[in-house]
């Protein structure tokens, strides 16, 4: 089978000619099924290429035809134009202008599928449009539509502007309706926009409240922190001194009443210094001190720091020896940092080891490793711990008092620090915590 059946061909030698295009454009794609304005762009843009070829060349023709072998089916026009180039002449009365090839092309390429120039030279010109067909309700008889077309006479040039000024009102009509949908779109738009402005107006006043309550937070933790801390350090002293005996002997139940209150002391002179350094870090109000660190030094004094933690404990505070490495950081908050994730560690570790270690993970970072063997935190946890005030339901808890403070603080000054705190663990089976700093200060 041929892949292209051809249903008519028009001369182009005229300006009737021209208009017969059309008229045949237009009569083919209705036969075809093409919908009204499938049938207008068609149309249109056939004749402007024949316009095109009818202003420039002595003689040309367009071919109708079928391209079967496409799926789905193809109408294809073929206009060719060639001999003499046309001199220009004046237009007659109602006569339109001759279009230009780039602008007939223009055209054509917006209102068909594609158009393709095969050949522009001074004597000759050949265009090719195609558009796919629209899907058929019934199977297409090419023979009887090219009887059909054959037994159709071409209208008169006055049918023809007629039937254009038809399609000109039926497209003012259809650009007016549009017109009115755009116009209610816009309406819609601009109440939308109004909400969306009283939105963003209502968002930052309730972020500006926020801002100054995040301010009064961190101011009333400033302040409470400061008055606390003069009272604390007084009971503390009396306690210290009461325990050594300076004002006589205590009875064994004075001495272990006095104990609690010491240790009870001491628990809360950590949450209150803990809550001034949060209040410190949300407020920008931290320095940062960078300088060397040497990190055996810095594990040696965390050791002796810690050792009465772990004196009469069945749980081994162990440091392994660091190679050489250069660390240029705050070395109090680093400090700060590893002796919390020590202290929790023995805190949840019942029996075993707690290992601090300096991991190699390239020349560019530096990375503290502190692992126990005590009772892990499950995956759902691992990212609340790291959140203020937030702790994990477990009856070792319950007797490790804390508040939730450590390990969030250790995360807001790794970020000072230019690194980051994460942790790996599985429940029941222990839970290493790390500290990734840059090699050098940020």
Excluded: W
């Excluded at 007629?162 to 549009?178: C, D, F, G, I, P």
């Excluded at 010491?262 to 960078?290: C, H, P, Q, R, Y």
């Excluded at 530096?366 to 990212?383: H, K, L, M």
């Excluded at 939730?404 to 690194?419: E, F, N, Q, S, Y």
């Amino acid at each position: 089978m041929m892949p292209f059946v051809r249903l008519l061909q028009v001369n182009i030698g005229s300006t009737p000619d021209v208009v017969a295009v059309r008229q045949r454009a237009r009569q083919i794609a209705g036969l075809l099924n093409f919908g009204v304005q499938d049938q207008v762009r068609i149309a249109t843009a056939v004749s402007e290429v024949a316009r095109c070829a009818y202003g420039r060349l002595a003689g040309g023709r367009a071919t109708f035809a079928i391209n079967v072998q496409q799926r789905p089916a193809q109408l294809r026009v073929m206009i060719n134009a060639e001999g003499a180039e046309r001199p220009q002449v004046a237009l007659v009365e109602g006569e339109q202008p001759t279009a230009t090839l780039d602008g007939a092309l223009l055209t054509a390429q917006r209102l068909m599928d594609d158009c393709t120039v095969l050949s522009a030279t001074a004597q000759e010109l050949r265009v090719e449009m195609n558009k796919s067909l629209p899907p058929a309700r019934e199977t297409l008889d090419l023979a009887q539509i090219g009887a059909r077309l054959a037994a159709t006479p071409v209208q008169s040039t006055y049918a023809e502007i007629e039937q254009q000024n038809r399609e000109l009102a039926q497209a003012l009509a259809e650009l007016r309706e549009r017109q009115d949908d755009l116009l209610e779109l816009t309406r819609e738009l601009e109440d939308t926009n109004r909400g969306v402005v009283a939105l963003y107006a209502e968002i930052e006043e309730k972020a500006e409240r926020l801002r100054k309550a995040d301010e009064m937070k961190s101011r009333f933790l400033s302040n409470t922190s400061h008055e606390l801390r003069t009272p604390l350090s007084s009971i503390r002293a009396l306690t210290k001194l009461l325990l050594d005996r300076m004002d006589g002997p205590l009875t064994d139940e004075q001495e272990r009443q006095v104990a609690f209150i010491a240790s009870a002391a001491g628990d809360l002179s950590e949450l209150v210094n803990d809550l001034l350094d949060l209040a410190k870090i949300e407020a920008g109000k931290v320095e940062v001190t960078m300088a060397p660190i040497r990190v055996g030094e810095m594990f040696s004094a965390l050791k002796g720091m810690l050792r009465p933690l772990t004196r009469n404990a069945p749980v081994e505070l162990v440091f392994v020896e660091p190679p050489p490495t250069v660390l240029v950081s705050d070395e109090g908050k680093v400090t700060q940092i590893l002796r919390n994730f020590i202290s929790n560690a023995l805190k949840f570790t019942e029996q075993g080891q707690v290992v601090v270690r300096l991991l190699d993970e390239g020349e560019h970072r530096v990375t503290f490793a502190v692992t126990d063997s005590g009772i892990g935190i499950s995956p759902e946890n691992q990212q609340l711990i790291f959140e203020e005030f937030s702790q994990i339901e477990h009856p070792l808890q319950r007797r490790a008092k804390g508040t939730g403070l450590g390990l969030p603080l250790c995360r807001k000054l790794a970020t000072l620090l230019g690194g980051t705190v994460d942790v790996s663990s599985a429940e029941g089976a222990g839970s290493t915590f790390y500290l990734r700093l840059p090699a050098a200060s940020p």
